[in-house]
């Protein structure tokens, strides 16, 4: 880069220089032409010449007259050499000639020459016209400028004509002068257009990072070929928070139309996902985006000391934590199962010694107690409003769960659910979302006895979910507390103890109630919503027991999601 440049500096000056001398050639030429010319004007316009040049050309018309042979002496000592002479001394000029009509000359610098016709064509001059010409005479190369001479008095009638010559020598010298004026100039041009090359080369360098242009191509076209090939989103930004790098995967995760150039304002992303760009972490950050659940790593990027931006890369983790719900109900049920086991054997001991101890009253009596009362369902009142057999068995799950973590899980009074789940996925990722925080709250809130209570109504298509704790309720924040429990990141639990941080369940649950066109919500028990569209969060009374009171109560509203039977 920096020979071409050195190269189009040259070729440009050596381009300028050419041009330079050629214009002044040809000025220099018209400029002595036009002092030659000042100079056979005073001489034409001098009297004593006018007079001299008439009586000439009269005598010279005489047949046999021969003046223009016999006068040399005359014409040496006239008043046309004298004048002719002083003003060729005065203006150093090549040569100042007078001629009569018929071009004798009767003045020259060579004594010689007087007498003889001009070695040139003198009928431009004759014939009226200023002439102005560069040619070889005798001489040698010359500069010459012609004008006529008038009879004294007259001002048409021409009897010679007045020539003033400068040597071309004289022309060449001030020429060179010139050239050697302007390749002064030309070195400084050339010296200062290097070293302007050589800055801009090390500027271009340092904003390359020693790259050339062959591995900057590399790199562009081996960019292109990772950035569209691995099946994670990359987001990069400058130092100054403008996007230089993203690639088809990350907008499509983070919904947002980024293109290289624009600001991180103008992505409209979340505020975890520009909480992750402007504050780089160690480890990986979990983001709601949509219905997606993102697992967000930012780092900075720097070189030789150099910040050169952040670098976000995206991982969806949506599939993952559907299928980690799903497992999670798969478990519980499987605990329950256990448990159930456990105490079926326990009761099948109990008969087979009654039996063998024969008392068959006794065993027929015990026998019909536990009859009817073996399913599942029995430690879970009130599960029969819920016809839905998915909702059943994630309830049964959520209640062997609870009891593990020594809370007890009651269906309200006021449950009826008569139709069948259309999106399992989505309720049950919002309902467990809400019961596993409930579970966790009343665990750890200052009561002597946990409980949590749910509630399941439907509407057509609509389900209604409602889930009270006797935790210790959800702190003030920076705000209303419905707004700040919701946000990405906001968790009172500790965010070390889980991969990627806490406080993304319920923004999840909340993004995807609303993505339906319903919504989830924070409510005070037995208070007005909230959010004023919603209807009022029940209160909540568990079959013979005092109203769970106390702890947080949410209300989520889910459109669409169930089968109305037929």
Same mark, same amino acid.
């Given at each position: ?7 189009? =500096? ?22 002595? !032409? ?40 005359? $014409?040496?000592?006239? &008043? ?37 016709? =001009? ?52 022309? !060449? ?39 050339? &242009? ?15 090939? @691995? ?32 600001? @991180? ?9 520009? !909480? ?25 990027? !720097? ?66 107690? @536990?009859?009817?009362? #073996?399913?599942?369902?029995?430690? $879970? ?31 309200? #009074?006021?449950?009826?659910?008569? #139709? ?6 989505? =309720? ?35 389900? $209604? $979910?409602? =889930? ?35 406080? @993304? ?62």
């Amino acid at each position: 880069m920096l020979l071409l440049q050195c190269a189009v =500096v040259a070729v440009t000056l050596a381009t300028a220089f050419a041009a330079f001398a050629y214009f002044n050639e040809h000025r220099l030429d018209r400029e002595y !032409q036009l002092r030659a010319l000042a100079v056979a004007r005073t001489v034409a316009s001098e009297p004593s010449v006018r007079r001299a040049a008439a009586e000439f050309s009269a005598a010279n018309a005489r047949p046999g007259s021969g003046a223009a042979h016999t006068g040399r002496a005359t $014409l040496a000592a006239g &008043p046309a050499q004298t004048v002719a002479e002083a003003a060729r001394a005065r203006t150093r000029s090549l040569f100042v000639v007078v001629t009569d009509d018929k071009g004798i000359r009767l003045a020259h610098p060579e004594r010689a020459q007087l007498g003889k016709k =001009v070695s040139t064509d003198p009928s431009g001059a004759l014939s009226g016209h200023e002439v102005l010409a560069r040619h070889r005479a005798h001489l040698g190369d010359e500069v010459v400028a012609k004008v006529p001479v008038y009879a004294p008095g007259s001002t048409t009638e021409i009897v010679g004509e007045a020539n003033a010559g400068i040597a071309a020598s004289a022309v !060449q010298a001030q020429f060179l002068r010139t050239l050697l004026g302007g390749l002064g100039w030309l070195a400084l041009a050339l010296l200062l257009g290097v070293a302007a090359s050589a800055m801009l080369a090390r500027r271009w360098k340092r904003l390359t990072l020693g790259l050339e &242009p062959e591995e900057l191509a590399g790199l562009v076209q081996e960019q292109e070929a990772v950035l569209h090939g @691995i099946g994670e989103g990359v987001l990069a930004l400058d130092s100054e928070g403008r996007v230089t790098v993203v690639n088809d995967e990350a907008r499509r995760l983070l919904a947002s139309d980024a293109a290289p150039g624009r600001g @991180i304002e103008e992505l409209g992303l979340t505020p975890r996902v520009v !909480q992750a760009l402007r504050s780089p972490s160690r480890g990986p950050v979990m983001a709601a985006v949509g219905e997606r659940v993102l697992v967000l790593s930012s780092r900075t990027v !720097q070189r030789d000391g150099r910040d050169l931006g952040t670098l976000l890369t995206v991982k969806d983790r949506t599939d993952v934590e559907s299928l980690t719900r799903q497992l999670d109900a798969v478990q519980a049920m499987s605990s329950a199962l256990r448990a159930q086991r456990h105490e079926f054997a326990n009761r099948l001991h109990v008969v087979s010694a009654l039996a063998h101890g024969g008392h068959l009253t006794e065993t027929a009596d015990y026998i019909d107690t @536990i009859l009817g009362t #073996g399913r599942l369902a029995e430690e $879970l009142p009130g599960i029969d409003a819920v016809h839905d057999s998915y909702l059943r068995a994630f309830l049964t799950a959520k209640a062997a769960q609870a009891r593990e973590s020594g809370v007890t899980l009651l269906i309200g #009074g006021a449950t009826w659910v008569d #139709g069948t789940l259309a999106a399992p996925v989505d =309720v049950t990722t919002v309902f467990g979302n809400l019961v596993d925080n409930a579970i966790e709250a009343a665990q750890h809130g200052g009561r002597a006895a946990a409980f949590v209570e749910v509630e399941l109504m439907t509407e057509g298509t609509t389900l $209604l $979910l409602t =889930v009270a704790d006797t935790g210790d309720g959800v702190p003030p924040g920076d705000g209303s507390p419905a707004h700040d429990v919701f946000r990405e990141g906001v968790s009172t639990k500790d965010h070390a103890s889980v991969v990627g941080g806490r406080g @993304i369940g319920l923004a999840l649950a909340r993004q995807i109630a609303r993505t339906g066109g319903g919504d989830v919500y924070l409510a005070e028990p037995g208070g007005p919503p909230l959010t004023p569209e919603l209807p009022d969060a029940p209160r909540t009374f568990g079959p013979d027991t005092a109203p769970v009171t106390g702890g947080a109560v949410f209300v989520a509203r889910l459109h669409d999601v169930m089968e109305i039977p037929t």
